[in-house]
C-alpha cells in the first residue's frame, strides 16, 4: 500500500494547492504522512455523518471537497462539533485531505463534473482568467423546463430541488455551469452569451436584477448537489492513479446527503 504522502503528491497534482483562492483553506487537515492508506473515501463535506462512515468503511483516507477550518481556529477541542472531527480522526488513523478552490479551478474540475452529470458538451471556460465554470451546449435544443427538469433527474435529490427563473418555455442552446456558490458570475454569463446560467445559492437581488437586464435562464441548485458529482469524478481519477502505480486502493464515494437544508414546505401564502 502506499504511504499517505505518496497520494497527496498525486492528489496534488491534480489539483495543485496554489491554484487556490488566498483565502481558502486546501491540503491536508490531518495525518501521518508515513502512514499506509489502503481505502479512500471522497464527500462533499467533512461532517461527522462523513467520518462515520470513514470508520465503518475501515478507511484511512477522507478526500472533501469543502474545508474543515475554513475560517481557521484556536482550539480542537471535542467539545466544538469541529473538534470531535479531528478526535475521531485521530483516534481511527484517518487522514483528512481538501480540495476546493483548486478543485475549482482544474481542468478537469468540479464544473467538468457537472456538465458531465447532466451530459452536456463543455467548449471551453466560463472565466478564461482563472478557469473557473464551464460554458456548454446542450446536443439539440429544449425548453428552460426541460432543462430544469434534466436537472432534477441528474443530480442527487435534496430538500431544496431546482428553482427556476425566466420564462419556462425559452429556448435553451448554450448553457454555463459553475458548481456551488454562482451568483458572484452573471458579468461572465452575460459575456458568454449563453441562454441559462445552472448553479447555486442564488440571492434574490442578484437573480431579479440578472433577468430584469436580459432573458436569461437561471437554474438555481442545492450546493451539496452541485458539487457532489466532483467526487464521482475525483474517484475516477484517483482509481486511474491507483492502477498505474499498483497500488490496489480501494476507493469509495459517500452517498451520504450532507446538504444541510431537510425538509421543503410550499405555502399559499398570507392573505392580502
Known amino acids: 500500500m502506499p504511504r499517505l504522502s505518496e497520494v497527496i503528491a498525486e492528489l496534488d497534482a491534480l489539483w495543485p494547492p496554489d491554484r487556490a483562492e488566498q483565502w481558502d483553506a486546501v491540503g491536508t487537515v490531518c495525518g501521518d504522512p508515513d502512514a499506509r492508506v489502503g481505502r479512500v473515501l471522497f464527500a462533499v463535506d467533512p461532517v461527522r455523518e462523513i467520518v462515520d ?157 440578472a433577468t430584469q437586464r436580459t432573458p436569461l435562464g437561471l437554474v438555481d441548485a442545492a450546493h451539496w448537489a452541485t458539487e457532489w458529482p466532483w467526487c464521482e469524478q475525483a474517484a475516477a481519477q484517483l482509481d486511474a492513479i491507483s492502477d498505474r502505480h499498483g497500488w490496489d486502493l480501494r476507493v469509495h464515494v459517500s452517498k451520504t446527503v450532507t446538504d444541510p437544508w431537510s425538509s421543503h414546505h410550499t405555502s399559499p401564502g398570507a392573505p392580502n
Open 53 to 209: 462512515e470513514a470508520v465503518s468503511l475501515g478507511a484511512d483516507l477522507i478526500v472533501t471537497h469543502h474545508p474543515l477550518y475554513l475560517r481557521g481556529t484556536t482550539t480542537v477541542a471535542a467539545g466544538h462539533f469541529k473538534g470531535r472531527v479531528v478526535h475521531d480522526l485521530i483516534k481511527n488513523d484517518i487522514a483528512l485531505h481538501v480540495a476546493h478552490t483548486n478543485a475549482d479551478t482544474a481542468d478537469p474540475g468540479v464544473s467538468d463534473a457537472l456538465a458531465g452529470a447532466l451530459d452536456l458538451r463543455v467548449t471551453g471556460p466560463l472565466v478564461p482568467e482563472n478557469g473557473l465554470g464551464r460554458v456548454c451546449e446542450l446536443d439539440r435544443p429544449e425548453t428552460l423546463a426541460d432543462f430544469a427538469a434534466r436537472a432534477a433527474a441528474r443530480l442527487p435529490a435534496t430538500a431544496q430541488g431546482i428553482r427556476v427563473a425566466g420564462d419556462p418555455g425559452m429556448t435553451v442552446r448554450r448553457v454555463a455551469v459553475s458548481g456551488g456558490s454562482g451568483d458572484s458570475l452573471f458579468d461572465a454569463v452575460r459575456a458568454a452569451g449563453v441562454d441559462a446560467f445552472l448553479t447555486s445559492d442564488l440571492r434574490h437581488h442578484p437573480v431579479s436584477e
